[in-house]
T-cell receptor
Framework: GAGVSQSPSNKVTEKGKDVELRCDPISGHTALYWYRQSLGQGLEFLIYFQGNSAPDKSGLPSDRFSAERTGGSVSTLTIQRTQQEDSAVYLC???????????????FGPGTRLTVL | GQNIDQPTEMTATEGAIVQINCTYQTSGFNGLFWYQQHAGEAPTFLSYNVLDGLEEKGRFSSFLSRSKGYSYLLLKELQMKDSASYLCAVRDSNYQLIWGAGTKLIIKP
């Protein structure tokens, strides 16, 4: 069906508030990735899901960040007690990762632009 | 540590050819990707190299030398719409992508 979708497209919040970002991957894609991109910077890996489990959480910047994926589909990235340095574009990608040897091309959603005031 | 190096910015003329280089030092190698990212948009996949040599896809080609830890993206017959950032990413021994900061390509008429 359609590509990866993310919501909201823009989020402005006050410092200290919690935010939830949603990602809807391409149907049938087993792998889902969250990245963060600050202005003019490269992609910073946050977390990776294979199905509903997260084999690699190494990129989460602090314990204020958490993510879950249910039903092998939609994922939610939650940031608690937001700080100004959390301001960035949060990108989600999905892939049809069937094995370690697959090409595993990642397809990206349009991102959520988070601004913490 | 792991590192991907790309020039920060390049300028080229419409109709010309430009080569964007990428060098990498990673823990293991399981493929190299090039993505294009227009301002304010998500990255889109361009090419994938896992063996040495040149992969050609229309106006775009990508080259890999694993022994040198080096790749380049070659864009021919440049068009104004090619103005974008080009991201190099290497898949490491853990099969995770390590991303470069990207090269901003400016095309002038």
């Amino acid at each position: 069906g359609a590509g990866v979708s993310q919501s909201p497209s823009n989020k402005v919040t006050e410092k200290g508030k919690d935010v939830e970002l949603r990602c809807d991957p391409i149907s049938g894609h087993t792998a889902l990735y969250w990245y963060r991109q600050s202005l003019g910077q490269g992609l910073e890996f946050l977390i990776y899901f294979q199905g509903n489990s997260a084999p690699d959480k190494s990129g989460l910047p602090s314990d204020r960040f958490s993510a879950e994926r249910t039903g092998g589909s939609v994922s939610t990235l939650t940031i608690q007690r937001t700080q100004q340095e959390d301001s960035a574009v949060y990108l989600c990608a999905s892939s049809h990762r069937t094995s370690q040897t697959s090409t595993d091309t990642q397809y990206f959603g349009p991102g959520t632009r988070l601004t913490v005031l | 540590g792991q590192n991907i190096d790309q020039p920060t910015e390049m300028t080229a003329t419409e109709g010309a050819i430009v080569q964007i280089n990428c060098t990498y030092q990673t823990s293991g190698f399981n493929g190299l990707f090039w993505y294009q990212q227009h301002a304010g948009e998500a990255p889109t996949f361009l090419s994938y190299n896992v063996l040495d040599g040149l992969e050609e896809k229309g106006r775009f080609s990508s080259f890999l030398s694993r022994s040198k830890g080096y790749s380049y993206l070659l864009l021919k017959e440049l068009q104004m719409k090619d103005s974008a950032s080009y991201l190099c990413a290497v898949r490491d021994s853990n099969y995770q992508l390590i991303w470069g900061a990207g090269t901003k390509l400016i095309i002038k008429p």
